[in-house]
Nanobody, 120 residues
């Protein structure tokens, strides 16, 4: 019933930009945090950026100054603006959210992933 739906992946040249969007659908009591992880080929999954419902952000060192995360609490959505993309940014990007579907239960949700390929 509660799902994360991602969009915006694709192919982009080095130095280019891409925007990823994610929205939680279903009945949601409260969203605590939403963010993006990524998993490059042969690598472990890593946290890229996240934002709380209050607007507090976190960025991995590798993307600071290049990526920007924002939220739309009314829509239970999050957007990742990716600029100055590098080949090493190539990965499957996964939306993640920690939220409450009932007043006392926190739940972690994951999107199915969207592929970002940075290549010339």
């Amino acid at each position: 019933q509660v799902q994360l739906v991602e969009s915006g992946g694709g192919l982009v040249q080095p130095g280019g930009s891409l925007t990823l969007s994610c929205a939680a659908s279903g009945i949601i009591f409260k969203v605590n945090v939403m963010g993006w992880y990524r998993q490059a080929p042969g690598k472990q999954r890593e946290l890229v950026a996240r934002i709380t419902s209050g607007g507090t952000t976190y960025y991995a060192d590798s993307v600071k100054g290049r990526f920007s995360i924002s939220r739309d609490n009314a829509k239970n959505a999050v957007t990742l603006q990716m600029n100055t993309l590098r080949p090493e940014d190539t990965a499957v990007y996964y939306c993640h959210s920690n939220l409450r579907t009932v007043p006392t239960l926190d739940t972690d949700l994951w999107g199915k992933g969207t592929l970002v390929t940075v290549s010339s």
